[in-house]
Nanobody, 126 residues
Framework: QVHVVESGGGLVQAGESLRLSCVVS????????MGWFRQAPGKEREFVVA????????SYADSVKGRFTISRDNSKNTVYLQMNSLKPEDTAVYYC???????????????????WGQGTQVTVSS
């Protein structure tokens, strides 16, 4: 059984940084394209960023381009989300997800992801 576990969330002030981590166990992590999504209170879950299984392809939501960086370490079954210059509108529960499709690439659609974590709360105060 595949488990996805996020960590690293917390409460920060606007302009500060956080790094989220996501560890995948029980599956073939290096074969998964990975993504981060977020959901703010009263809003639908939205795409944030994704990375291909080999780490060479990434895609970002416009709202986080230039501020967030995704990376992965296949030797550690871990994907990271470095979030800089955080804004109050970044406040949300952040979810990590694994896409086991064969195609190499990234997807912004949550329907393409097979395994999800429970989420980690990120709160940015103004």
């Amino acid at each position: 059984q595949v488990h996805v576990v996020e960590s690293g969330g917390g409460l920060v002030q606007a302009g500060e940084s956080l790094r989220l981590s996501c560890v995948v166990s029980g599956g073939a992590f290096s074969s998964y394209n990975m993504g981060w999504f977020r959901q703010a209170p009263g809003k639908e879950r939205e795409f944030v960023v994704a990375i291909s299984r080999n780490g060479y392809i990434t895609s970002y939501a416009d709202s986080v381009k230039g501020r967030f960086t995704i990376s992965r370490d296949n030797s550690k079954n871990t994907v990271y989300l470095q979030m800089n210059s955080l804004k109050p509108e970044d406040t949300a529960v952040y979810y990590c997800a694994a896409d086991r499709r064969i195609a190499l690439g990234t997807s912004s659609s949550n329907y393409d992801y097979d395994y999800w974590g429970q989420g980690t709360q990120v709160t940015v105060s103004s």
